[in-house]
């Protein structure tokens, strides 16, 4: 996730634009950079770290003109460098047109077009997908700039927000949209353009929000806005009447609310490109080059911390499922310090969220220490995690600001999914169910949008609010949903200090069982399809005997479950392999819905850090 913006008028453009940048940075912040241009040149200063530091090198630089754009990056393709940062230039030599792109978003295809725009003599000097959009502007110049850019945009697989300038068009804008967002912002004689409104909030509060498949044309006279047909659109000024601040956050309170509705695009960024639904596999260019090892793998060890080792839980249920290779998963500060066993055939797997953890790090660097394969499924571009793995797999999910951890863990589960599609299919694993595995997981956003739904919302809402003033809840599940009970519960004490525990619900019997009376919510895991759902309601019937209220998160078929369980939270159905992406959503609204409740710090709880960089 970055973060754009771009400014038409007569205001300090470099003003406009520093400002902008400031409110997107939530969005990214690893590098960022700014273009102007007066006709005369087009000038592109860009800067790793903050906008803080970008405003530091751009000290006594003059930016000409009354139009340009700026860019917080959230890296994608390619590391953390100033060549890497945006705005993108074209060939420096071209006579043609000279541009400058900013780009959120993935652009799926870039590989190839790159091949073919270096073939024609184009010169790249980043290592990010977005520097194509600049090189194929330039090969389409022909007399106009938006049509060179409505040209270039007709060959872009993949996401994209962007915006354009060019040294030839001092008077224009191009910005267009596909998956990423983008909105116009239109004041009185100036026009603005951001990933949302927080970029130009202070400037203007009448906005437009671009849609998908549309590009709009902005110069100091108007804007006009059309489908890449060139179909006109025309579309009404909406006013916003909230402030900076909430803006910033999407109009949410809280980030943590803002990362679960996130999770149907956030799912989705995981898996984009990497589905191979024809051969029935999965394509993960991060640990290609070490295809061969793993197919003769013996066994993996999975090695995490808090919600990145749940996810590695589900990772072992799946890979021992589908691929058949022994998994153990670790708390990364155990396995630091106990002398592991790591033979030839033995694979490292670290999963963080920051690529920052102390105690994954040092783990990561003890498997090293005694010669193991290390892969890494990290969120962070460029990450010690990251940069110090053997070779790993990004998620994608953008920036998590809240503490608790949402969007990243079922990005983990989705990447885990895909690595275990593909050490399956290189073990046998028919293609035919390959691809249906393959199709099921591509269905997975729209069945999270469905059940995120606000009627859903509102009843996951209604019980936790009912609940909020417990002080104990136990969490339950089986097989792949053990570890999803174990997340349920670590959101709940994390960001409502609810004491909270989870367990196989099996194991209740062998001890917390002693704990349920009528004032301790038992939340369990109970899925109609899943083969152990006859053992789950034997359980129930145990916390039934014993006067425990049970709060069940159940599919849509099942019209029995609420005979045994007091309260449902309702789930689509979904493969059982696949179940923990949906399970994990009311269970992470539950815990956020309590919290609210009980009047607590949401993004940043007690005693906690997002990246917990000590031991
Ligand atoms: O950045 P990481 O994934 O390595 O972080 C690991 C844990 O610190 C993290 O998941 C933590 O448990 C979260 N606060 C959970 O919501």
């Known amino acids: 996730m970055c973060g754009i913006v771009g400014y038409v008028g007569k205001k300090n453009v470099r003003d406009v634009i520093i400002e902008g940048l400031h409110r997107l940075e939530y969005r990214g912040y690893d590098s960022a950079g700014i273009a102007t241009t007066d006709g005369k040149t087009l000038v592109v200063k860009k800067a790793i770290g903050k906008i803080s530091d970008l405003e530091k090198a751009i000290q006594g630089i003059s930016f000409p003109g009354s139009i340009g754009m700026g860019h917080t990056r959230w890296a994608t393709h390619g590391g953390v460098t100033e060549a890497n940062a945006h705005p993108h230039t074209g060939c420096p030599w071209t006579k043609k047109l000279q541009v400058a792109v900013a780009h959120n978003g993935i652009i799926e295809n870039y590989r190839h077009i790159k091949t073919l725009l270096e073939k024609k003599g184009h010169m790249f000097t980043s290592e990010t997908d977005t520097e194509v959009i600049a090189h194929l502007i330039e090969e389409y110049a022909n007399g106009s700039l938006f049509e060179a850019v409505r040209a270039a945009l007709n060959d872009l697989e993949g996401a994209y927000a962007i915006v354009v300038i060019s040294k030839e068009y001092p008077h224009e804008l191009i910005a267009a949209r596909n998956q990423s967002p983008l909105v116009l912002g239109v004041g009185k004689g100036e026009y603005y353009i951001g990933s949302d409104p927080s970029a130009f909030v202070t400037h203007t509060r009448d906005v437009i929000h671009v849609e998908d498949g549309e590009i709009v044309r902005i110069t100091p006279e108007g804007y006009t806005i059309s ?33 679960i509705d996130e999770q149907p695009h956030s799912t989705r960024d995981a898996m984009r490109g990497r589905i191979d639904i024809e051969n029935g596999n999965a394509r993960l260019r991060g640990i290609e080059d070490k295809l061969n090892e793993l197919s003769i793998l013996k066994r993996i060890i999975i090695t995490a911390c808090g919600t990145s080792w749940h996810a590695g839980l589900v990772g072992e249920y799946l890979i021992e499922e589908l691929a058949r290779i022994p998994v153990e998963v670790e708390y990364a500060s155990e396995f630091r310090y106990r002398s592991p066993i790591i033979e030839p055939g033995t ?56 503490v608790a951890s ?88 994390e960001i409502s200090y609810i004491h909270a525990e989870g367990y196989p619900a099996a194991e209740m019997k062998h001890g917390p069982i002693a704990l349920i009376d009528k004032k301790m919510p ?44 007091k309260h449902v939270l309702r789930v689509p159905t979904v493969p059982i392999e696949l179940s923990p992406l949906v399970t994990a959503l009311p269970l992470q609204m539950l815990a956020y819905y309590a919290a609210v409740k009980r009047g607590c710090e949401i993004d940043q709880p007690r005693n906690l850090a997002k990246s917990v960089t000590v031991e």
Not at 537 to 564: F, P, Q, Y
């Open 406 to 493: 949402t969007k990243a863990f079922t990005s983990q589960i989705t990447v885990l999914t895909l690595l275990s599609v593909l050490l399956a299919r290189s073990r046998g694993m028919s293609q035919a169910r390959g691809q249906q595995l393959l199709k099921a997981l591509a269905d997975i956003p729209e069945k999270m949008t469905y059940l995120l739904r606000p009627e859903n919302e509102q009843a996951i809402k209604k019980i936790a609010e009912a609940h909020a003033e417990r002080n104990h809840f136990l969490y339950l599940g089986r097989g792949i949903n053990f570890p999803v009970a174990l997340e349920g519960a670590l959101k709940l004490k």
């Open 522 to 565: 038992s939340v369990i895991i109970a899925l109609k399809h899943d083969p152990l759902y006859p053992k789950i309601i034997s359980n129930m019937e145990e916390i039934l005997a014993r006067g425990g209220d049970i709060i069940a998160v159940a599919t849509e078929e099942d019209g029995e479950i609420e005979k045994k369980a």
């Open 227 to 259: 489908l890449l047909d060139n179909t006109p659109i025309s579309r009404n000024v909406t006013h916003i009447d909230w402030d900076a601040k909430k803006i910033e956050k999407g109009g949410y309170d809280h980030y943590m609310k803002k990362e």
């Open 347 to 402: 694979a490292v797997l670290v999963i963080s969220q920051s690529g920052e953890t102390a105690d994954t790090l040092a783990a990561l660097r003890e498997a090293k220490r005694q010669g193991g394969l290390v892969l890494g499924i990290c969120n962070v571009i460029g990450s010690t995690i990251a940069r110090e793995t053997h070779s790993g797999v990004y998620l994608h999910a953008g920036p998590e600001i809240g």
